[in-house]
Each structure stands twice: as C-alpha cells, then as structure tokens.
Nanobody, 117 residues
Framework: QVQFVESGGALVQPGGSLRLSCAASGRIFSRYPMAWYRQAPGKQRELVAGITSGGITNYADSVKGRFTISRGDAKIMVYLQMNSLKSEDTAVYYC???????????WGQGTQVTVSS
C-alpha cells in the first residue's frame, strides 16, 4: 500500500508564504490526478486544490488566487505553493490521489501549517 509523505509545514506570520511537498513512499503511477486537502481542528477534511495528469487545476474558493498546485518530478508527486497566508489557513495539510475517500489507506501523517503572529 502506497502512502504519501507531506513536508514543508511550519509556523508562519499572516501574509507569509510556504511551499508544501508530497512524496510517495512506494512505487506509484506518477500521473495520477493529485490533490491537497486540509483539516483544521474540529472540522472535516476538505479539498484545497487538485491537479489532473494534464495539468488542469481546481481550487477551493477560499484559496483561489493565493495557492498554486503543481506537479513535481519522479520523487515529488505534487507541490502546493501558499502565498498571502491567513490565520484561517491553519490546518494539517495532506496530499492524496484526487477523489480519495477517508477510508483510503494512502493517507499520510500530514504536515502542520500554523499561521499566527
């Protein structure tokens, strides 16, 4: 079972930027449609951004114009560039195949993003 490993989370001030990376722990078809999700305390996990094998992207309204998802090379499946961060972006961020259910065994530990002054 492939699992994804997220990295790049940190404590950052409002208005700051971060870039998250997502790698796969095992061999996986590199052209799966991929997505970033996030889960804030007390809330359900939500889709943040997705990208198809052909590079078509989709974003949650709350991050449009601030976040950019892009595909990586053979080692990194997908990146998430986050600019103009807000306190409401604070969450644990996860990557997975776009459309994965909560029951999927490929969810990783996520990476914590905290936006605070």
């Amino acid at each position: 079972q492939v699992q994804f490993v997220e990295s790049g989370g940190a404590l950052v001030q409002p208005g700051g930027s971060l870039r998250l990376s997502c790698a796969a722990s095992g061999r996986i078809f590199s052209r799966y449609p991929m997505a970033w999700y996030r889960q804030a305390p007390g809330k359900q996990r939500e889709l943040v951004a997705g990208i198809t094998s052909g590079g078509i992207t989709n974003y949650a309204d709350s991050v449009k114009g601030r976040f950019t998802i892009s595909r990586g090379d053979a080692k990194i499946m997908v990146y998430l560039q986050m600019n103009s961060l807000k306190s409401e972006d604070t969450a644990v961020y996860y990557c997975n195949i776009w459309g994965s259910s909560e029951a999927s065994g490929s969810w990783g530990q996520g990476t914590q993003v905290t936006v605070s002054s």
